[in-house]
């Protein structure tokens, strides 16, 4: 969707305007120029209130179009197929900056003047909100939807995740996404919860099965670490009393659980081993299943030589 960009309206903040409504309203609008803002307090209500301002802007601009573009045969604007990164997850490691990419289709509307959407976290964007991120495409006033019908559009935002400079342990949970869209269609969308999505600390699992090669009827000790990034030190931990499967298989056949266990604590955080009695040649694994805070992590598959 090409837009033209100009402040026009007065409260000096700009939307997104479809060009067929410009070129009808004579009216030159583009998308909010806001800093980003990830800081907990000022910083996220600062945030939050630059989004508000263009939405406000975005409504502004349809009641100001001419009637022939202000008006559509539609009833309601509709948002749908929100994701995080193809799904409702994210994970972030210890130094490197990742991007979480928000996904969305709005359709009921032929004319889009404005939509954003946001990353925060808390229990209300009032008095219990921790976090408020905009997106980078917010900041930098560039398109962040495209055309892809005659009443659609599908929109695209992405966000930069330092656990260097803007995370801390605490962040790892649940997030929402504030949506805002407003079309010519009759009714707009305005929520603070268009998905609910959960931004994780990245997880790893080592695994080692020895020794190999191994004379038959001797003992395998399997041995691995369960660890997650941790955002307040930027160093990797053990991931403490968490249940981790142990799974085997033969040289040609698929891996199976045959126990479960608790990571260790204290001096031994995170780790697991376990012995086996070797047999016959054989592989073994050790798989997590993750938490809300967590992702899931399969170690890499360790086969033992018995002769």
Same mark, same amino acid.
């Given at each position: 969707?090409?837009?033209?960009?100009?402040?026009?309206?007065?409260?000096?903040?700009?939307?997104?305007?479809?060009?067929?409504?410009?070129?009808?309203?004579?009216?030159?609008?583009?998308?909010?120029?806001?800093?980003?803002?990830?800081?907990?307090?000022?910083?996220?209500? %600062?945030?939050?209130?630059?989004? /508000?301002?263009?939405?406000?802007?975005?409504?502004?601009?349809?009641?100001?179009?001419?009637?022939?573009?202000?008006?559509?045969?539609?009833?309601?604007?509709?948002?749908?197929?929100?994701?995080?990164?193809?799904?409702?997850?994210?994970?972030?490691?210890?130094?490197?900056?990742?991007?979480?990419?928000?996904?969305?289709?709005?359709?009921?509307?032929?004319?889009?003047?404005?939509?954003?959407?946001?990353?925060?976290?808390?229990?209300?964007?009032?008095?219990?909100? %921790?976090?408020?991120?905009?997106?980078?495409?917010?900041?930098?006033?560039?398109?962040?939807?495209?055309?892809?019908?005659? @009443?659609?559009?599908?929109?695209?935002?992405?966000?930069?995740?330092?656990?260097?400079?803007?995370?801390?342990?605490?962040?790892?949970?649940?997030?929402?996404?504030?949506?805002?869209?407003?079309?010519?269609?009759?009714?707009?969308?305005?929520?603070?919860?268009?998905?609910?999505?959960?931004?994780?600390?990245?997880?790893?699992?080592?695994?080692?099965?020895?020794?190999?090669?191994?004379? /038959?009827?001797?003992?395998?000790?399997?041995?691995?670490?369960?660890?997650?990034?941790?955002?307040?030190?930027?160093?990797?931990?053990?991931?403490?009393?968490?249940?981790?499967?142990?799974?085997?298989?033969?040289?040609?056949?698929?891996?199976?659980?045959?126990?479960?266990?608790?990571?260790?604590?204290?001096?031994?955080?995170?780790?697991?081993?376990?012995?086996?009695?070797? @047999?016959?040649?054989?592989?073994?694994?050790?798989?997590? %299943?993750?938490?809300?805070?967590?992702?899931?992590?399969?170690?890499?598959?360790?086969?033992?030589?018995?002769?």
């Amino acid at each position: 969707m090409s837009q033209h960009s100009r402040d026009k309206l007065t409260s000096g903040k700009k939307v997104t305007l479809g060009v067929s409504a410009l070129a009808a309203s004579g009216l030159a609008i583009g998308l909010l120029v806001a800093p980003s803002a990830m800081a907990d307090g000022t910083g996220a209500a %600062e945030a939050l209130k630059q989004s /508000k301002a263009a939405a406000a802007d975005a409504a502004a601009a349809k009641t100001a179009a001419p009637k022939t573009f202000a008006a559509s045969s539609a009833d309601s604007t509709v948002v749908s197929g929100v994701t995080v990164n193809g799904s409702n997850t994210a994970r972030v490691g210890t130094t490197n900056t990742q991007t979480v990419t928000v996904k969305w289709t709005i359709s009921g509307g032929s004319e889009l003047y404005g939509t954003n959407a946001s990353l925060w976290r808390g229990t209300d964007t009032g008095s219990g909100m %921790e976090r408020f991120l905009n997106s980078e495409e917010f900041e930098a006033d560039a398109d962040l939807c495209v055309r892809s019908g005659d @009443t659609t559009y599908s929109c695209t935002a992405t966000f930069k995740m330092d656990p260097r400079s803007f995370l801390t342990n605490e962040d790892a949970g649940v997030w929402k996404i504030s949506l805002w869209a407003i079309t010519d269609a009759a009714t707009d969308v305005d929520t603070d919860n268009a998905k609910t999505w959960y931004l994780k600390r990245w997880s790893r699992l080592s695994n080692n099965a020895a020794p190999e090669p191994v004379a /038959k009827g001797k003992t395998i000790t399997v041995t691995g670490k369960l660890e997650r990034a941790n955002w307040d030190t930027h160093k990797y931990a053990g991931y403490t009393q968490q249940t981790v499967r142990l799974q085997e298989r033969s040289l040609t056949g698929s891996y199976a659980t045959t126990s479960s266990h608790l990571t260790g604590t204290g001096s031994l955080a995170g780790v697991e081993k376990q012995t086996r009695t070797a @047999t016959t040649d054989r592989c073994y694994r050790y798989k997590f %299943e993750g938490t809300s805070t967590t992702p899931p992590v399969t170690a890499t598959g360790d086969c033992v030589d018995v002769r």
